[in-house]
């Protein structure tokens, strides 16, 4: 009886998995408007190419960089490799889109190492740690170039969608880009000059609802700095004066207590900066170009002053 | 832990696993282990609670057994009821009476302040509790009390159907637990195909047409009577997908270990009144009702307007048990008022077959309470009515949700929506076993056409049953 439900189960599987895999590659193979069907279905996919795609293939992982960038969209728009360069460091943002801690491990763990990397910057705020990391997770299994990343990403996530993300990936390997980034400049980095194009709201009061997983991986990836000898620091760049104070002191309470745990040093410019709303931000929690130039110069002097550069 | 979560997709199989590999009587541990650890996996906490519960019930019932004078048990089982709706009364509904206390207080002239205690509300109290007061209930009437207070705890706490039941009478599961289930692999996949359908209904459906429910409901003030109308008729079918999914998952987790838990829902909008419908919707719940409550109030063995405040009354109480709000309360008066209403018109007896017209006004009816079940205050229900009713129907703002929402994901949910509206009805029969086809490979087919379409259609986010909020 247990040999029959076995065989009988085994049959199913393969059957039930041909058919998936068979529907999920129509349908990523089949295009409507330039477009394969299969980015009709959910909003979950992430479109093949953008800035990701763009850095990640620009990045050069037998290079040997002065400093290395993670973190999500204030890393990439808030870290000007530019900057850095014009001070004598070579420099790489790894930074990606609402990338969280989960995808920034495993970033690490592929690109970075104590051979290509004198500072690694690890940018984080609130927000990537609140998140459950599908964003982020979606875009960077379709768009790095390392396959062993993306599929430790997705197993890690434990959700359909990633497996499905992956599955994509596989399936649009030969296929070309369905778009650029206008804003990616080069090194990692994307530009943004305007000015705030909105009028900042104050944030309403509420507080920090970190995600337990986020949490556990921003330790597993501070662990993993210390364990392999890279020099890093945890920064968290500046903010508009409405962030939400009380939140914010939590996620610091947070960040700390890891930091201390494994020696790392954390720089918080959330409030610590002279940058005013309208001219150095151009939304809620993003600098603009003008916002970069006086944080990254600011940064550098700071960084050098303690060592931690050269 | 949900159903539709990778957690329950490890944990299952193991419990599974461990279970026929275990000596029978040692898988009354194992399974109180489980569900223990089910239960807590929401907060550790919420365990203390249900372990309250039943050593108190426990322990009442037992005392009814052993003494004869009815007054004496009276005693007992005022104590069970006692702390039963008063960890309900507590937990559920105390800002409720407070928020309408202090309403009541400033309307009089005072000048109190609400300041809501936010207690947080165990997942699936409602269900448990009711599941434990009909045990009681039943041990007084002269049912014999489990002596086994371990097979007695697995009772309260089994976890397929712990947090939204079906809620089971303790005369059926209680013995099962002491049945020795072997290995039946026809069993078992009857079992695995019902929890499949369940997940499709639940992921597929339910949390597909969640997002145009959500948006529309969530902000009546912004859309239109078209909007608002179409967005009550996916309530209907999201509620009925994410209910009915979850009780097939219960019903198919418990019987791929052997236990036969009772059917929620037979096909419910296919009803030809609103007294069928009760006979066919939520069951045990309605079940439990009218055996807990219904009967003793006198039923129908009374002087006609006593009837008709019983039926009332009720459904007033069963729209409170869903939720501490207006707006359950009126969902609830509104069955109760159909029902009376439908004795009035002589709608006493089953009706014939194929009058279509009945089932249309049946599910029509059904749709205007739901507008009160699902919206957030009663005010938002009487907006989306009066939106719906008065004609403030505007193409465009249709249109903006749909864009919203997705142009292709609002096409394709809607494709799905009509192909399941035709296989549910054939689904039911198949799962229930009254139809059956005979070639395997259409069988392998079909639900592997299921898993198919979870896989590729389905909205993953481990979103939340409709009824753990109850």
Redesign the interface.
Known sequence: MLKRFFIQGVVFATVALALYMGSFWVLSTVEHGGIPLIYRTSEAYHWKGGATFQKYEEFDETASYDVLVLGSSHAYRGYDPRIFEANGYRTFNLGTSAQSLLNSYYLAKQYVHPNNCKLLIVDVFEIPVESDGMEATSDLVQNITSNRAALDMTMALKDIRAINMYLLRMFSKNKPLLYTDDAYVGQGFSENTDSLATVVKPSVDTLLEANELQVCYMEKLFRYIKENGINAVVVNHPAPSTINAQKHAQFNRLVERLTRKYHLPYKDYTHNHSLNNHDHFFDHNHLNQAGVHIFNTRLIQELQQEKLLP | MLFNS??FLIFFPVVVIMYFLLPFRFRWVLLLAASYFFYMSWKMEYALLLAGSTLVDYYAALRMEALLERAQRKKWLILSLCSNLGILAVFKYSDFFYSNVVDVANAMGSDVEFNALKLLLPVGISFYTFQTLSYSIDVYRGMKAEKHLGKFALYVSFFPQLVAGPIERASRLLPQFGTAFH???ER??EGLKQMLWGLFKKIVIADRLAVIVNMAYNDTGSYEGSTLLLATYCFAIQIYCDFSGYSDIAIGAAKVMGYDLMDNFKVPYLSRSIREFWSRWHISLSTWFRDYLYIPLGGNKVVRWRWYYNLFIVFVVSGFWHGANWTFIIWGALHGLYLVGGILLGDNKAPKKGQWWRILLTFHLVLLAWVFFRANHVSDAFEVLQKIVGGDWNKSVLMGLVNEV?A??FA?SMGILLLFLVADPLMDKLIKKQYTIQRSWIN??L???I??MI???????EIEFIYFQF
Do not use: N, P, W
Not at chain 2, 455 to 461: I, K, P, Q, T
């Open positions: 990778f957690e290995f039946h692999d078992v996949k997705g292709s994901y394709i392998y087919g639900y592997a056409v898993f198919t896989m590729l259609f389905g909205h993953f986010g």
